[in-house]
């Protein structure tokens, strides 16, 4: 089974400086898709970005960005020029078929 | 159209009762999907619809758990016999078909949940 590992509980981060959150995932697929989604406190989750395995260049989105280390098995997600409105429950996931199998997240901190 | 709708946003139940949650698509969205979070931990995936069918059911879901979208709209998930373990955040999501596919919509837009707390 795909298995999505975030080994940061916690980060934190000075406002308007850079921040790395790391994820891992175990497959045997060579074609498949990662996603990054952020959780805000009390709100619902929305995507930041996602990587297409299939494609060599890292996605960026704005401030945020991926490094996608396929052989590695690693999807790193770059925040760049962190905001107080980052502050959040970052999930990297991966998607098994028609459903998302999540990591177990990283709080991320923003100090103002 | 303002996204996915979940309701109640917080249920409090006695150990045993039933509930009930209901979740409202994006109206021109054709899959549906229930995931439960549990504190500190990302959302696990519970089932899913392709309009009014339930294709795919996770071990997650007990004879316990219930879902249904009987006219391809809304959808409701039903719990008897809480439990205390039942207690979660239990989040619904919808998807055009397919999600992130080449040139297809970024995935999946979620609603805000609904609490459970089991007492």
């Known amino acids: 089974a795909q298995t999505v590992t975030q080994s940061q509980p916690e980060m934190s981060v000075q406002e308007a400086e850079t921040v790395t959150l790391s994820c891992t995932y175990d497959?045997?697929?060579?074609?498949?898709?990662l996603f990054w989604y952020k959780q805000p406190p009390s709100r619902q989750m929305i995507l930041v970005i996602r990587q297409e395995a299939y494609k060599q260049q890292n996605a960026t989105e704005n401030r945020f960005s991926v490094n996608f280390q396929k052989a590695a098995k690693s999807f790193s997600l770059k925040i760049s020029d962190s905001q107080l409105g980052d502050a959040a429950m970052y999930f990297c996931?991966?998607?098994?078929?028609?459903?998302?199998?999540f990591g177990a997240g990283t709080i991320l901190r923003v100090k103002s | 159209d303002t996204g996915v709708s979940q309701n109640p946003r917080h249920k409090i139940t006695k150990r045993g009762q039933n509930v009930t949650f209901r979740c409202d698509p994006i109206?021109?969205?054709?899959?549906l999907y229930w995931y439960r979070q549990t504190l500190g931990q990302g959302p696990e995936f519970l089932t899913y619809f392709q309009n009014e069918a339930q294709l795919e059911k996770s071990r997650l879901l007990s004879d316990r758990f219930s879902a249904e979208r009987p006219k391809g709209s809304f959808s409701t998930l039903e719990i008897q016999r809480t439990e205390q373990g039942d207690s979660a955040m239990y989040l619904c999501a919808s998807s055009p078909i397919p999600f992130g596919w080449e040139g297809g919509p970024d995935g999946y837009t979620f609603g805000s949940g609904t609490r459970l707390t089991v007492v």
């Open positions: 497959t045997s697929e060579s074609d498949y898709y």
């Open positions: 996931a991966y998607r098994d078929g028609n459903k998302l199998v």
């Open positions: 109206s021109e969205h054709n899959r």
